[in-house]
């Protein structure tokens, strides 16, 4: 997940087996305005870290259930460490892609989770123990704030291809520039939730990923210039 100056810094996890010197760490870094997790042992350390994800991935998952089907569930509509929320009905539904959401994401100052795998047209999101509750809180805002967009696509109240998901990500030359879109600018690149003064701003549109993976490019000089 993207880092900026306003969201939670990441957790640290202090492992030592001398309670004084855990402590001293552990001052240190919560004055840098850390989350601190400490463990005894690797052990320990271990186990923290796998409840710190498991837990975050589950809280992920519940968070964004009532808005996206969550695969793969088992008793009591658990996770393990990663979450994958689907999409396939959505995009027979309203024509908004996995695609369209991944990109959409960098407006909102993330870069997207794992997609399409393990199944096609789906996002698999592991938070990882190193994620913070803020941080944790503010990928789920985006993703449904992002919700209700696909929802007032699906309603009719944006177009099924002139809308802030299918035209993303949006840039600076386009804010800039002769805007010729059915929606504001600033639904564009200042969606819920994102601060202006903290806008991560993507410095290229949308690539043909799919023809780039089948069609390599090299940049570099052609094997003649490497003879003699």
Not at 203 to 217: H, K, Q
Request: hydrophobic share 40%; glycine share 8%; with cysteine.
């Amino acid at each position: 997940m993207a880092q900026t100056s306003t969201e939670q810094l990441p957790v640290v996890l202090v492992i030592d087996d001398e309670t004084q010197i855990r402590r001293f760490l552990r001052a240190g870094f919560e004055l840098d305005g850390f989350t601190v997790n400490e463990a005894a042992n690797a052990a320990e350390g271990l186990r923290s870290a796998t409840q710190h994800a498991i837990l975050a991935a589950n809280y992920v998952a519940k968070r964004l259930g009532e808005a996206y089907p969550v695969l793969y569930t088992g008793p009591n509509g658990l996770v393990a460490h990663e979450c994958i929320i689907d999409l396939r009905q959505i995009t027979k539904d309203t024509g908004v892609s996995v695609d369209d959401v991944a990109k959409h994401l960098i407006d909102y100052g993330f870069h997207a989770p794992t997609m399409s795998f393990p199944v096609a047209g789906t996002l698999m999101i592991e938070p990882t123990e190193s994620e913070g509750l803020a941080e944790l809180d503010r990928f789920c805002d985006a993703m449904l704030a992002i919700k209700g967009e696909i929802d007032r696509v699906a309603e009719g109240e944006l177009d099924r291809e002139d809308n802030p998901l299918r035209q993303a990500p949006h840039t600076a030359a386009m804010l800039a520039g002769d805007w010729k879109h059915g929606y504001e600018r600033a639904e564009a690149v200042f969606p819920a939730g994102v601060n202006p003064a903290d806008k991560y701003w993507p410095p290229v549109r949308r690539i043909d990923g799919a023809y780039g993976d089948r069609n390599l490019v090299c940049s570099c000089p052609s094997p003649e210039a490497f003879e003699g």
